[in-house]
């Protein structure tokens, strides 16, 4: 299988390590098994004697209980049945595509997006069609295209919500027409849902799993909840052929998930408020330190986000985002994502959701940086 570059992973492997500042994190703050035990109350002994007790078996081959049920209280409809857990949010996107996905299908999938929505299918020999995402639009799906790529049928539409890189948030009611444009034509209807919960205003962002019967959302440990070590997300859907076919499957390249990333999950996740409301408080703070920075640049313009951890920031500067990216962290240690591994020419990701004193001297860099090039 000949499978296109992942430009935005490429990119992060090859320079975060070595980065004074690191603003291309998407995750919120990362937290350590210390801080997880001090969010929650429990007892770190306990919990560690607990565990050490056990022996060190394949575990639940479909998920420990506990994660399960924990995963469903992040949605309104679903059963532990229906949550299929995986290796990380990205090997929840794989195992859909895996699972479901044949050369000659028609799949819609939004871009800008994480690389995985459309170079995956691409690869399976699917029957590809982009939905551009325009700033204009507010980086939110224009339905009539989408109608119009779907016509003739399709099996599956990829969306992103809340999105990466630009932060756009679908309303809800955008999602209800998307789900009636996807019942028409039959198709599946997969939603990265990694950021989801990581709004700017307490309300509910619906998930697609809920509001359609042929939903699949993806979700994991790794954005909202901080542990990202724990390489643990999942795959939530109420359509029983599909989840036939996401077991079936799993039993050739999974088998089961880490005993102990279970364990863990499931405290997180039997006190999801806590961590929430951690991280909604990082996001809020923080978004609102580089909107008042981006108003202070000259050259700088973007789409404020509505939701999730980074932004998509644009510049009015000659020079290509990758070279702009580069020499910046070589001059000033500040790291960024190029717009260019999106497709997005002439722009930088910004992940905003790290500790607010990064972000701070993160920004700060780029801001001298952008003084010497003028």
Sequence with gaps: MKIEPFHVEEWMNAYETGATYNIAETCVDSISLNQLFELTGQDKQTFLDEFCRRRLTYGDIE??????????????????????????????????????????????SVTPTYQQLYSIPAS????????????????????????????????????????????????????????????????YLLCDEVYRHLDQQDQWSESIADLYEKGISVGSMSKVFSMAGLRLGWIACRDPEARQAFLSHRDYNLISCGMFEEAVASLALAHQQAILD??????????????????????????????????LVCYDLDIPSRDFCLNLYRQTGAFVTPGDCFGQPHSMRVGYACAKETLEQGLAAISSFLRELE
């Design 278 to 311: 951690r991280s909604r408080t990082i996001v809020r703070q923080n978004l609102g330190i580089l909107d008042c920075w981006i108003q202070k640049e000259p050259h700088l313009f973007y789409v404020k986000p509505q939701a999730g951890a980074t932004a």
């Design 124 to 187: 399976f020999g699917a029957d590809l069609r982009l939905l551009p995402l325009q700033a204009e639009q507010g980086f939110l799906p224009d339905l009539t295209q989408l109608r119009a790529l779907t016509a003739e049928g399709a099996k599956m539409i990829c969306l992103n919500n809340p999105n990466n890189p630009t932060g756009a948030l679908m309303p809800n009611e955008m999602l209800k027409e998307i789900v009636e444009i996807a019942r028409q034509a039959g198709a």
């Design 63 to 108: 998920g420990a209980p506990q994660f399960r049920q924990g995963v469903c209280r992040l949605y309104r409809n679903l059963e532990p049945a229906h949550i299929i857990p995986v290796h990380g949010a990205s090997g929840a996107n794989h195992h859909v595509f895996y699972s479901l996905i044949q050369p000659g299908d028609r799949v819609v």
